[in-house]
C-alpha cells in the first residue's frame, strides 16, 4: 500500500531555511504527480506546491512563491521542499501526497516558525 514518510520539521526563526524530505513507497513513484500540503492550527487542508513526474514542472501557491522550491528524486523515491524565508504563517503541520487535496498523505511533519 502507499506509504509516504514526511521528515526534516522543527523549530526556526523567522527568516530561516529548513529542508522537508518525503520517502515514497508501495507504488510507482516516477508515474505520479506529487504534491506539498499543510494544515495550520485550527485551519484546513492548503495546497502548498506541485511537480510533474519528472520534475520538470512545478507550482506553488501565491503564500511561498519564491520561498520554496518543490524537487524529486525519483532514483531515490524521494520528494523534497526546499523552504527559504519562513514566516510565522508557514507554521503548521506539513504533508506530503499523491494528490493536491491531500486524501493520501503521510503522518506530516511539524514546522514552527516563531521567534
Known amino acids: 500500500q502507499v506509504q509516504l514518510v514526511e521528515s526534516g520539521g522543527g523549530l526556526v526563526q523567522p527568516g530561516g531555511s529548513l529542508r522537508l524530505s518525503c520517502a515514497a513507497s508501495?507504488?510507482?513513484?516516477?508515474?505520479?504527480?506529487m504534491y506539498w500540503v499543510r494544515q495550520a492550527p485550527g485551519k484546513g487542508l492548503e495546497w502548498v506546491s506541485s511537480?510533474?513526474?519528472?520534475?520538470?514542472?512545478?507550482y506553488y501557491a501565491d503564500s511561498v512563491k519564491g520561498r520554496f522550491t518543490i524537487s524529486r528524486d525519483n532514483a531515490k523515491n524521494t520528494l523534497y521542499l526546499q523552504m527559504n524565508n519562513l514566516k510565522p504563517d508557514d507554521t503548521a503541520l506539513y504533508y506530503c501526497?499523491?494528490?493536491?487535496?491531500?486524501?493520501?498523505r503521510g503522518q506530516g511533519t511539524q514546522v514552527t516558525v516563531s521567534s
Open positions: 501526497s499523491t494528490s493536491k487535496d491531500g486524501t493520501i
Open positions: 508501495g507504488f510507482t513513484f516516477n508515474r505520479y504527480w
Open positions: 511537480i510533474d513526474t519528472r520534475g520538470s514542472s512545478t
